[in-house]
């Protein structure tokens, strides 16, 4: 961030502007008891640049970094290797002079990077249609629900015991001030998904059927016969995707017919970033665009026929009357969505099936030498780079005792699903391009100390 400094002349030029007489003006809405009367406790009042740069610096060095560990973390944010060229190019004045199209045809090169990324996510999703990008994967799947509402005008919903607990969470918050009816349930540590006890759940009431592809445990279903079940009686299938990079070796949700797909952006381009900002991936049949949420960029030409681009469609508040929103969404991820562009460019169709490939490869590999371990089952009888594992003890305090190792072994189901004893014994472990052979060897063999 550029640091943009403004004097005491700028100031009062503003506030004159605005008709303030002072900054104490712009906070008279907060109430007096809520306003810092002087500096924040505990923070000293000044300190050099250098001295500062060295205590934040020494704050994040506090932190254990994926790249320098063992890391087999997944469960939603997936470390892959991201070009550096992305970082370059996403800082192009193409691009970041035009961040935000409020005039949206002045904007070309940020118009164009959309077009060209909406097209690239619904050939991902398989999809007619896809939009110029979402906040992150939770939020896009409660806007999938929404969609599905007004669609069928039904508000039930039937979510997928495989769903991301975080997934569900987000779409219960929302629920509340809806009135959406949610049926969800936990996973089992079972081979196979859920889908019989799904069609079984599905009546007249059901607006739409979430499931995950992959799901949570990284089992892979096939969605074709979910999604016939779901139009016999007049509702939507929405499929859930968290792991991009598996489409390139999988088939697409929308070549099974699914309805509405949406997912999560993170692993390509954009990083783990400890958590955030992210991007989420939406599609769907082009009889539905209109229901969609937030925006869609198209291809024309102007005056002279030279190519343009143009805002085509919007369907959120800031564009249209807010009675007849689809979404109080006010932006979509641009700077993630123009990272991952760039980096599903620079793979091309051929390089994402290599790396889906090689993940998958190394997935394999790592879960044939963990099967080895005594104390260890693997779960899944199919998974991308991404599986289950049962082990001979609670999994919780083994992820923490090669923690202190310096192994992050992955994401305990105990963390996910607190007080469900059944699943306290799973741990859900990634595999991507970046993890070693060194590093699966190191996994297994702290396994084996530990659960002896």
């Known amino acids: 961030m550029r640091y943009l400094p403004l004097t005491a002349d700028d100031r009062t030029a503003m506030l004159a502007r605005i008709g303030a007489a002072s900054i104490d003006d712009l906070f008279v809405d907060v109430p007096e008891a809520a306003r810092l009367d002087g500096p924040i406790h505990g923070l000293p009042n000044h300190a050099s640049e250098l001295a500062v740069e060295r205590h934040l610096s020494a704050l994040a060095r506090k932190n254990t970094v994926a790249d320098d560990v063992p890391f087999f973390l997944g469960a939603g944010a997936y470390r892959h290797h991201v070009p550096a060229s992305v970082d370059h190019l996403i800082q192009r004045g193409e691009f970041l002079t035009a961040y935000t199209p409020y005039q949206p045809e002045i904007a070309q090169g940020t118009l164009q990077m959309l077009f060209e990324f909406q097209t690239q996510v619904a050939r991902l999703l398989g999809t007619d249609v896809a939009n110029a990008s979402m906040y992150d994967g939770s939020t896009a799947c409660w806007e999938a629900i929404t969609m ?10 039937i979510l997928s015991s495989g769903l991301h607990p975080h997934y569900v969470s987000v779409a219960n918050t929302m629920a509340k001030f809806t009135g959406d009816v949610l049926e969800t349930a936990a996973p089992t540590l079972t081979a196979e998904p859920d889908t019989a006890s799904l069609i079984d759940k599905i009546d007249g009431d059901t607006s739409c059927v979430v499931v995950q592809y992959p799901d949570i445990l990284g089992r892979i279903g096939d969605l074709s016969e979910l999604a016939a079940a779901c139009h016999a009686n007049k509702a939507l299938l929405i499929a859930v995707v968290t792991e991009p990079v598996a489409l390139g070796a999988l088939k697409s949700p929308g070549e099974m017919d699914a309805d509405i797909v949406v997912g999560e952006g993170q692993s390509l381009g954009v990083g783990l970033q400890f958590g955030g900002p992210y991007v989420g991936l939406m599609g769907c049949k082009e009889k539905y665009i209109r229901q969609m949420p937030g925006r869609f960029c198209g291809e024309t030409v102007d005056a002279e026929g030279k190519r343009g681009f143009v805002l085509t469609l919007s ?26 562009s760039i980096h599903m460019t620079l793979l091309g169709e051929a390089g994402l099936r290599k790396l889906a490939m090689v993940n998958h490869t190394q997935a394999v ?25 049962k082990l001979s003890k609670e999994a919780r305090p083994v992820v ?13 189901m105990g963390r996910l ?3 469900e004893d059944a699943l306290a014994n799973g741990l859900i472990v990634a595999v991507t391009e970046t993890t070693t052979a060194e590093d699966v060897e190191a996994l297994a063999s702290a396994l084996e100390e530990v659960l002896a």
């Open 417 to 419: 699903y607190p007080g």
């Open 148 to 157: 599905a509402r007004r669609i069928t005008k039904r508000g039930k919903a």
């Open 365 to 389: 590999a790592a879960a044939e030498r963990l099967a080895r371990v005594p104390g260890v089952e693997v779960v899944n009888r199919s998974f991308f780079n991404e599986f289950t594992l």
């Open 315 to 340: 369907t959120r508040e800031q564009h249209i009357r807010r009675e007849k929103a689809t979404s109080n969404i006010c932006t979509n991820s641009g700077l993630c969505a123009l990272a991952f």
């Open 400 to 412: 923490w005792q090669l923690a202190e190792r310096d192994i992050l072994a992955g994401v305990s």
